[in-house]
Structures are given as structure tokens and as C-alpha cells.
């Protein structure tokens, strides 16, 4: 059996982990792209709706 210390090991823990991490903020910055929008939604500027819609679309 391979040591858990091997280096192909911690290659894969650490690509794992970054990239979870990369997801995670790529998801923050759609939320607050989403709730910027909202805040923008009383304005109604006729391109910023089928932005939120895909915005709002990617959150779920």
C-alpha cells in the first residue's frame, strides 16, 4: 500500500481542495451580482432583465 503522504496524493487533495474553493467563490460572486440586479430591478433598463434571468438561472 501507498503512504496517504505520497505526492500524487497531496497533488489531488490540494486540486480538489482548490478547486471546491473556486467554485464556492464563483457562486459568491454570482450572488452578489444577483442581489446587486435586484437592487437595480427598480429601474427598468429593458437589457438588464435577460441578464438577472440568467444570472438567477445559474444560482439554482
Given amino acids: 500500500r501507498k503512504p496517504l503522504n505520497s505526492p500524487l496524493y497531496l497533488v489531488v487533495k490540494f486540486f480538489l481542495l482548490f478547486s471546491y474553493q473556486h467554485v464556492r467563490l464563483i457562486h459568491f460572486v454570482i450572488l452578489l ?5 435586484n437592487d437595480f430591478e427598480t429601474q427598468t433598463n429593458p437589457l438588464m432583465k435577460p441578464l438577472m434571468l440568467l444570472l438567477r438561472l445559474t444560482v439554482r
Fill in 33 to 37: 451580482l444577483n442581489l446587486s440586479l
